[in-house]
């Protein structure tokens, strides 16, 4: 086993670190958002259509940083609560536009009370430049975390043919394996 050199124990420590607070800052979150009824992914849906006062979801997606399947469940979700609406677009019925109800723009405006006091308390003891500084990079780790992987193949299709091609491929030759003469 090779021994980790002490730049390597350092970024190791750091992954560790970022992978930890962001559980932490999502369990947070979600507990703030909790006496709402909300996880923090639908109080920021809601807030953004309160925002954009007409929006699809494919758009929504796109400002939220999420994909659509997810938004979607989260705007069904909404929409049962009676915080938004949706309506069909005029010149494509495929696609719908998502509205705020009275009762959700009501909500949004405690919602932007919420989220400005969490960024407040976030942020307390960290100097203005280490934020900018932080701003700057976390767009080149998540560039690069996306591309963790890469080469290898994404498809869950593939990996799951794969796994079950290994096992028929074990399967049978455990069966020829007892069905080869003894030789004790």
């Known amino acids: 086993m090779e021994v980790l050199t002490a730049q390597a124990w350092s970024k190791d420590l750091l992954v560790s670190w970022l992978f930890q607070t962001c559980i932490k800052l ?14 923090v992914q639908e109080a920021t849906l809601l807030v953004r259509c309160v925002e954009k006062q007409r929006i699809t979801p494919g758009k929504l997606a796109a400002i939220v940083g999420r ?10 979700r909404l929409e049962s609560s009676r915080l938004v609406t949706r309506e069909m677009y005029a010149r494509d019925r495929r696609c719908s536009i998502i509205r705020a109800t009275r009762k959700g723009k009501q909500l949004a405006r405690d919602l932007t009370y919420v989220f400005d006091s969490i960024r407040t308390e ?6 203005e430049s280490d934020v900018l ?8 780790l998540h560039k ?3 591309k963790i992987n890469s080469r290898q193949e994404s498809d869950p299709a593939r990996r799951r043919r794969r796994i079950g091609t ?11 394996s007892l069905n080869a003469p003894s030789t004790f």
């Not at 994909?67 to 069904?76: F, H, L």
């Not at 976030?122 to 100097?127: A, D, K, R």
């Open 166 to 176: 290994h096992r028929a491929k074990m399967q049978a030759h455990s069966r020829v």
């Open 26 to 39: 999502q369990t947070s979150l979600d507990r703030c958002f909790l006496r709402y009824g909300l996880t």
């Open 144 to 146: 690069n975390a996306s």
């Open 133 to 140: 500084q932080l701003g700057a990079m976390l767009p080149q």
């Open 122 to 127: 976030l942020f307390v003891g960290i100097e």
């Open 67 to 76: 994909d659509k399947g997810k938004v979607t469940r989260a705007i069904d």
